[in-house]
């Protein structure tokens, strides 16, 4: 009994509640009629498109910078990247080695600026964070029109200049990593090996760090920074590390997001990424100065769980065709719960 | 003025447990008008619980309540809140200050029993909408603050004033409660500065004579012994003493809290710090640090010795380390063993082989959300790369959960930590025992110096002792030279070789260890003649 107890004290009553909920959409869901395997399917896929950017949360939780909502800048390094990679012909897989090579350095010197930033204005990094975001998307807006990209599957195919607001990955770099020893069981499931293995290898390089001396220190700036600078750490660079990580992990994480999902979003789409991630941190029992991977996977899945199953599940038993109000209902609705929970995981 | 009649509040045989853990057994005593009762006892000994029951606070009552039975003028009491207790007239002055830093201290004061007018405005809409009487809050205020002998400003801001105006502060907004008869003060004056502390306890004095029953909780006995009529010593939640003030020394008292013989004084040593080579040279320092500025220090500091550096609070004396490490805005110049140390920049001060314990200990000393085995390894790890395996010619470098657990539990042995494990979080440890930790950690650090600020700083008299003596020994040990920087003179007297008295941000003169106090005490008030000019 006291083994249960503990149990539920260290791994949370929202945690259990959210599981508790998604397993009973699980169970509702082959009495009205929806096929259990493709949801988790859907689910598997989901936590792989969306885990990296995640974990793009947990380096500047670790440094008190909080929560990383200027994710999208980190999106449009990855978007600057990706058409890049189209825009000088690379194919296959090659096509997203290269969009990884060539949005690094659009993360390193972006992160760099943005940890500046928000090295001067310690204490309401969030609030700068959010608006960084924001109007990073605003100007890139204009910069997709002007940029020089002429490549004939981006463009607009009237002018012949300005790239379009959806652009496919398809004979670029689609499913290079869902397809990547993936399998089938019966019909309807399929795993894409590929892509959790991608993902278990940078959840898997970001706890290394975290357990190498730089790491140390960044966990450590993050717990409280005076004593972090009485023991000689340079807490500005420190900090700058961080964001830098964590923009170049969400660059990482939407070219994921875009070879399994098909589909290149520019413009306003990078500008809502911030907050689904921000929840399902949270959601997975992360506070705003500590997190653990753990936390990045179990809040993955249980926020993408939940996404995939109520607005099919609703969808079926009212019989009307409401998925999108209802996933924006969910989403939103998770959002607002986690940022409540956030001050009861601080203290 | 003790009135011998039917006692204020009596407490019958008061026992309380959290949860298994008995923390009060059997306490009975009694109060009386005018009555300045000492309660003493070591940190844990069940002072502040003993005060929450009186003070009906919310924690008794979530944790299955308190055996015995509390009567307050004969009649027997059962308080369900704090608010039961206030009307009862139980006042109770707080170590934490509950203050609003942006209100005056008249606001402050009265809060929530401002004296109000009436108006048109509130003939519509009822009482809530009442102005403020500011004049008669000014008044009320200014004649709380009278009963306390000291002046202050009523219309300042709190956050604003110095602490020991604070601390005042909260005590005035207790007597302002007229129907204030018993007033529970926890260590009023240890943020106070000599001056201040003998104003607050002659105003102790005079409230009691005006008959109000008053519990004094002090770690400082001495002010007990002066100002206390009836002393309760308390040890492992039981009352082992209720004495006579009068008849009682510091040294009984320190024997029966601790229940050992305390040996506050470890035998005084002769050093011959002239002989050896100077280690540390400071020159014209000064540093910017709030409260504590320092305005042209020159120090040589011995291979070898340990020496104090004393002085009333404000004037500077912590300002020295904390400027020689680069916590704070500094100028001059620093040298160490020949070589010069670049100011503000903590890490060259730790790369030199120095380290620093700092006074705030929850502030900068710990990292209070981690792990006792983080605190102790981490300055060690980053700075001398030690508990760390080298991976690619150091390019990798991995944490060492073994050498670090070792580590700590090596420390947590020697200096007699007491803790669940080394896993237990820094904030989980009472005051002594995180300040043992904060020396552990300048400990691994291995340093050729260390700049040591109030390790005794509100800890209690046993722990004190054993602080003490872990950095005699481990002076004597490793050779390592210690700048200790404390308010205490006897401490200082107690372990240093020679004493340096700060005043006004400079350094007003240096004796040996064993000159009397008095002639620390002149130089403390000393103030000097020909005043220096402040460099740029």
Redesign the interface.
């Given at each position: 009994m006291t083994k249960i107890k503990q149990f539920i004290h260290s791994f949370g009553w929202p945690r259990i509640i959210i599981g508790l909920f998604l397993l009973s959409l699980f169970i509702i869901a082959p009495f009205v009629g929806i096929n259990v395997s493709t949801s988790l399917s859907d689910t598997i896929v989901r936590f792989g498109m969306n885990g990296i950017m995640v974990l793009a949360m947990v380096p500047m939780i670790h440094s008190g910078c909080g929560l990383n909502f200027g994710l999208p800048l980190g999106i449009i390094a990855g978007l600057l990247g990706g058409t890049l990679s189209i825009e000088f012909n690379f194919v296959g897989n090659v096509s997203f080695l290269m969009a990884i090579l060539l949005s690094t350095p659009f993360a390193v010197i972006l992160g760099w600026g943005y940890g500046k930033l928000l090295n001067r204005v310690k204490g309401s990094e969030m609030m700068i964070a959010t608006y960084v975001g924001f109007s990073s998307v605003a100007f890139m807006c204009i910069m997709w029109l002007l940029l020089p990209y002429n490549h004939p599957s981006m463009v607009w195919g009237y002018a012949g200049t300005g790239l379009r607001t959806t652009i496919s990955t398809e004979g670029y770099y689609w499913h290079v990593l869902s397809n990547f020893l993936k399998f089938g069981i019966g019909d309807h499931f399929t795993f894409p090996t590929g892509m959790i293995l991608f993902f278990a290898l940078i959840a898997f390089l970001m706890w290394a760090f975290l357990?190498?001396?730089?790491?140390?220190?960044m966990?450590?700036v993050g717990?409280?920074p005076?004593?972090a600078?009485?023991?000689?750490?340079?807490i500005d660079k420190i900090r700058t590390l961080s964001v830098i990580m964590s923009t170049w992990l969400g660059a990482i994480g939407i070219l994921v997001y875009q070879q399994s999902f098909g589909f290149i979003q520019l413009y306003m789409g990078p500008f809502y990424m911030a907050l689904p991630a921000v929840s399902a941190i949270l959601i997975g029992g992360a506070s705003v100065?500590?997190a653990t991977i753990l936390n990045v996977v179990v809040g993955t899945l249980l926020f993408q769980g939940i996404l995939t199953m109520t607005p099919s599940v609703m969808n079926s038993i009212i019989h009307t065709d409401m998925s999108e109000v209802i996933r924006i209902i969910v989403s939103n609705g998770m959002i607002l719960y986690a940022l409540t929970r956030k001050s009861e995981a601080t203290r | 003025m003790v009135d011998t009649s039917a006692p204020l509040l009596e407490m019958r045989n008061i026992s309380k447990d959290f949860f298994g853990n008995q923390v009060l057994t059997d306490v009975s005593f009694s109060l009386h008008k005018g009555e300045i009762l000492g309660l003493v006892g070591e940190n844990g000994a069940g002072k502040s619980t003993l005060m929450n029951i009186l003070f009906g606070m919310d924690v008794i009552q979530l944790t299955g309540g308190y055996e015995g039975e509390m009567l307050v003028d004969g009649k027997i009491v059962d308080y369900t809140s704090s608010f039961d207790a206030i009307a009862d007239g139980i006042g109770m002055v707080h170590q934490e200050f509950s203050l609003l830093p942006d209100f005056t201290v008249a606001e402050n004061i009265l809060l929530n029993r401002e004296p109000e007018k009436y108006s048109f405005i509130s003939e519509v809409f009822g009482e809530r909408l009442n102005s403020l009487d500011r004049n008669s809050m000014n008044e009320k205020s200014k004649k709380a603050i009278g009963k306390l002998g000291v002046a202050i400003n009523s219309s300042m801001l709190v956050g604003r004033m110095p602490v020991g105006h604070k601390q005042f502060t909260e005590i005035a907004r207790e007597l302002s409660k007229e129907s204030t008869r018993i007033l529970v003060l926890d260590e009023p004056t240890a943020v106070l500065t000599e001056q201040e502390a003998s104003i607050l306890l002659s105003a102790v004095r005079s409230l009691a004579n005006e008959g109000i029953a008053i519990i004094f909780i002090s770690h400082r006995l001495q002010e007990i012994i002066d100002v206390c009529d009836t002393v309760l010593i308390m040890r492992d939640g039981k009352i082992v003493k209720n004495e006579k003030a009068q008849d009682l020394t510091i040294a009984q008292i320190a024997r029966w809290m601790v229940g050992r013989e305390v040996t506050h004084h470890a035998d005084r040593r002769s050093f011959d710090y002239e002989h050896s080579s100077v280690m540390l040279s400071i020159k014209n320092l000064w540093v910017d640090m709030p409260g504590e500025t320092v305005r042209n220090v020159s120090l040589d500091v011995h291979k070898g010795e340990i020496i104090g550096i004393g002085g009333l609070a404000g004037q500077g004396k912590l300002g020295i380390p904390n400027g020689a490490m680069g916590l704070f805005t500094a100028g001059g110049s620093i040298t160490f063993e020949g070589k010069e140390i670049a100011l503000n920049e903590p890490r060259r001060f730790l790369d030199a082989g120095m380290a620093f314990v700092s006074e705030d200990r929850r502030g900068v000393g710990l990292l209070l959300d981690e792990s006792l085995d983080w605190n102790i390894s981490f300055a060690a790890m980053q700075v001398n790369d030690k508990f760390l395996k080298k991976y690619l010619n150091g390019m990798l470098m991995w944490r060492d959960e073994k050498q670090i657990q070792a580590v700590a539990q090596q420390y947590i042995d020697a200096l007699e930590i007491k803790c669940t494990s080394y896993r237990q979080k820094a904030k989980e440890l009472s005051g002594g025992n995180q300040q043992k930790i904060c020396l552990a950690k300048a400990f691994a650090l291995t340093p050729k110096l260390l700049f040591v600020s109030e390790p005794t700083r509100g800890i209690d008299i046993g722990a004190k002792s054993l602080v003490l003596q872990a950095l005699r020994d481990y002076n004597e040990k490793s050779g390592t030279t210690i700048v200790m920087i404390s308010s205490e003179l006897e401490e200082l007297r107690a372990i240093c070789d020679r004493i340096a008295i700060v005043t006004d941000g400079r350094i007003s003169g240096i004796l040996p260890a064993e000159t009397p106090s008095e002639d620390f005490g002149l130089l403390m008030v000393s103030k000097r003649g020909n005043t220096e000019e402040k460099p740029a």
């Open positions: 357990h190498t001396k730089k790491g140390t220190a966990t450590a717990s409280n005076v004593f600078r009485a023991s000689g750490i340079n100065n500590k | -």
